[in-house]
């Protein structure tokens, strides 16, 4: 393609016209109305002149101006480029362009030094964070062990509707929060909503009786709502698909330290002889004002995108940005696009992914708050159930990180470890139903194989963040998946009937099926994701004497806000 001259691309009358200075087989695209004659002529060469003293712009300058966060930033856009995809910029697009005039050999220097960096300070600050978030769900778990239900005077079902009205705050606020991620700098939202539900926990300490105490639980899951989907969006935006499930899976993991953090700290707060507050209450309190703390430092230094990491100069956010461009998913764009919605709700895989997450969250809240009425029934004291679950969560925390290695490791192998990991969790329920009740430390393995299967939890959010493109696409997709999610974990502590404890048999029973299920719909999301990579790879084979895009346009393209199914050239991961 020649782009030695410049050329202009003229309309209807009173429409406008756009202007390009050609550079290197790009354009700057200037807006200017249509003149007659030499007015349009000397429009023409004040605009050229304006466009060459653009070209000397920094990233910094760009990035300044108001116009790249509305999505209509001056950045080199390819001539033919519709006015649809000139108004529908990424804001990473300018860092993307900048990068390709550095040097290979350097950028890619650059690039390790960038991925170490973010893997040694931003990926430990997300597993705080994350961790603080699931610790502070399980303070009721923590607290039900010393005598929160006695304490309030809850009866009959009243302590599973505390542990599921903090899932329903969750589903009322979880496609509300994706949007606001859209529309808001992500580390500055969700440091607000940390210091937030670390203030509902210290409040959680004057609670007196069931209605308070749902009310404050409901407000908390509602907090923590936005928590998931935005460190999906983080990971995308700082780490290739291929780094992305073994990142995914370490700052889930996190889940497991913050069982043994949780446990260490309820172990030793159940020891204190407080006058004034029970152990329980102590637990509440620790945690939240840790969190209160947490979210303030977050505030000030947790990054939004690349764009405003603040552990990166200005060479590295370029850098950060090239190396994610491969992703093809963007890094940010503010504007709701309706056609992205109806695209994403017609798709038949992900209504397949809005079913097994349903199921997984069955069995993830199934497990995480009866754990403590599991070992209470083997004839554990409430110190001693305290401190099985410490293993609990090292033995989650290592087969977590283990899948999301294997999956980043090998290609195409996310799908399958989902697969997998649902066996030894199954294996775990089946011991609890069969295994006779004298055998304490049998019936407690089985317990800690319950939570393999957070690793598949993790998988599927990172098959999500690797294969939806498309920003409002994204957030509608990440929407239904949490939605479907809480509702999952609304369900589960309704599935066990304290009159059945030890065993629980109906909720074990009905388990089953659920990891039937969670595995039926697993596999229909990797046939689906299959099939799109067979006829895509067909139909470039049968178009690749006529394809015009070059490598660099087709990244280009990823920075325009379009869907998978848009990009042509995307490619699913399974």
């Known amino acids: 393609m020649d782009y030695s001259k410049s050329k202009s691309v003229r309309g209807p009358p009173n429409e406008l016209l756009a202007i390009a200075t050609l550079d290197q087989d790009r354009c700057r695209i200037g807006l200017l109305p249509i003149l007659s004659g030499s007015q349009a002529a000397a429009s023409t060469g004040i605009a050229h002149l304006g466009f060459m003293m653009a070209k000397n712009k920094s990233v910094n300058d760009i990035d300044r101006e108001p116009s790249v966060q509305d999505g209509a930033a001056d950045v080199i856009i390819p001539a033919e480029k519709t006015k649809y995809e000139q108004e529908h910029v990424d804001i990473g697009l300018a860092y993307f362009q900048q990068s390709q005039t550095m040097d290979p050999a350097h950028r890619e220097a650059v690039a390790r030094r960038v991925l170490k960096k973010i893997d040694f300070v931003l990926l430990p600050a997300m597993c705080l964070i994350y961790l603080l978030s699931f610790l502070d769900k399980q303070t009721l778990n923590y607290a039900n062990v010393y005598g929160l239900k006695t304490d309030l005077g809850l009866v009959g079902n009243q302590y599973s509707w505390v542990a599921s009205i903090t899932n329903i705050g969750y589903l009322v606020r979880s496609y509300p929060s994706t949007l606001a991620l859209q529309k808001f700098p992500i580390g500055k939202f969700i440091s607000v909503m940390l210091v937030l539900w670390g203030i509902i926990l210290v409040a959680t300490v004057g609670a007196h009786n069931w209605a308070g105490l749902m009310a404050l639980r409901f407000i908390l899951g509602g907090l923590e709502a936005g928590i998931g989907p935005a460190w999906m969006l983080i990971t995308s935006m700082f780490?290739?698909?291929?780094?992305?499930?073994?990142?995914?899976?370490?700052?889930?993991?996190?889940?497991?330290?913050?069982?043994?953090?949780?446990?260490?700290i309820s172990w030793g707060l159940g020891h204190t002889n407080n006058q004034h507050l029970t152990p329980w209450q102590l637990v509440f309190l620790v945690i939240g004002v840790i969190t209160i703390c947490a979210g303030v430092v977050a505030f000030i230094y947790f990054p939004s995108s690349p764009v405003d990491c603040r552990l990166c100069d200005e060479e590295e956010r370029v850098v950060s940005i090239w190396r994610v461009a491969d992703n093809q998913?963007?890094?940010?764009?503010?504007?709701?696009?309706?056609?992205?919605?109806?695209?994403?709700?017609?798709?038949?895989?992900?209504?397949?992914?809005?079913?097994?997450?349903?199921?997984?969250?069955?069995?993830?809240?199934?497990?995480?708050?009866?754990?403590?009425?599991?070992?209470?029934?083997?004839?554990?004291?409430?110190?001693?159930?305290?401190?099985?679950?410490?293993?609990?969560?090292?033995?989650?925390?290592?087969?977590?990180?283990?899948?999301?290695?294997?999956?980043?490791?090998?290609?195409?192998?996310?799908?399958?470890?989902?697969?997998?990991?649902?066996?030894?969790?199954?294996a775990g329920i089946i011991g609890i139903a069969t295994i006779d009740l004298g055998h304490r430390l049998a019936l407690t393995a089985c317990c800690w194989l319950l939570g393999v299967v957070g690793a598949a939890i993790i998988l599927n959010w990172s098959v999500i963040a690797s294969n939806v493109a498309g920003h409002t696409k994204r957030m509608t997709v990440n929407g239904l998946n949490f939605v479907c999610y809480a509702t999952g974990n609304i369900i589960g502590p309704f599935m066990f009937t304290p009159a059945e404890a030890p065993r629980y048999l109906t909720a074990i029973k009905a388990l089953i099926g659920i990891y039937a299920s969670s595995m039926f719909f697993t596999a229909l999301i990797g046939v689906c994701l299959w099939l799109s990579n067979r006829n895509r790879d067909r139909e470039a084979a049968a178009n690749r004497p006529a394809a015009a895009e070059t490598s660099e346009e087709a990244l280009e393209d990823g920075f325009l806000d379009k869907t998978d199914r848009e990009l042509r050239s995307f490619r699913y991961k399974l």
């Open 239 to 264: 780490w290739t698909r291929e780094e992305q499930p073994l990142r995914m899976c370490i700052w889930l993991g996190s889940n497991g330290i913050s069982q043994m953090l949780g446990s260490g």
């Open 329 to 426: 998913t963007g890094i940010k764009h503010g504007k709701i696009l309706s056609y992205q919605i109806r695209e994403a709700l017609l798709e038949p895989r992900v209504w397949f992914i809005a079913g097994q997450q349903l199921s997984i969250g069955i069995i993830n809240s199934s497990v995480a708050n009866f754990m403590s009425a599991l070992l209470s029934g083997f004839c554990y004291s409430p110190v001693e159930v305290v401190l099985w679950q410490l293993p609990n969560g090292a033995f989650q925390l290592v087969c977590t990180v283990a899948a999301g290695l294997v999956a980043s490791r090998f290609k195409n192998m996310s799908i399958i470890m989902i697969l997998v990991v649902h066996v030894p969790s199954l």
